[in-house]
């Protein structure tokens, strides 16, 4: 297709608005390979024996493992934390909606109880009134 081809196609899409995305992977695996290199490097132009260079690799091998650990044990630690703080505030909250629930429960009880009262009063009421009425055409 040449140039010309695709001069009319633009003229449709111009008016619509669009989005880019772009995707960026994580900076690790880049961060790794340059840890990579740059140690190689090292011990290439190293002025130290080769003994002292591996002692000081340990070193420094050890010095990481432990601070991975430190890392893995904090992040643990941390949504360790997080984790009872939702389960506790999820908890408060089911309590609450527990407590609500009995609280309407209660008071459709009550106004269930009340309004059978208030129809039994009026019934007697009626009939009383319905009684006096029929004394007095009796009485008629």
């Given amino acids: 297709m040449d140039e010309r081809d695709w001069e009319g196609e633009d003229e449709e899409y111009e008016a619509e608005p669009y989005v880019i995305i772009e995707k960026q992977e994580s900076a690790i695996g880049p961060f790794l390979l340059g840890i990579a290199l740059g140690a190689g490097v090292a011990l290439l132009f190293a002025p130290q024996s080769g003994e002292e260079t591996r002692g000081g690799m340990a070193r420094s091998a ?7 650990q430190d890392f893995v044990e904090d992040v643990s ?4 934390d997080k984790i009872k703080e939702v389960k506790s505030t999820v908890e408060d909250k089911i309590e609450a909606t527990l407590d609500s629930v009995d609280d309407k429960k209660r008071r459709v009880t009550n106004a269930y109880h009340a309004g059978r009262a208030a129809a039994r009063e009026a019934r007697g009421e009626l009939e009383q009134r319905i009684a006096e009425s029929k004394a007095a055409y009796k009485d008629v």
Avoid: G, H, I, M
Wanted: charged letters at 35%.
């Fill in 62 to 68: 050890r010095r990481a493992k432990t601070a991975a």
């Fill in 77 to 80: 630690d941390t949504v360790a």
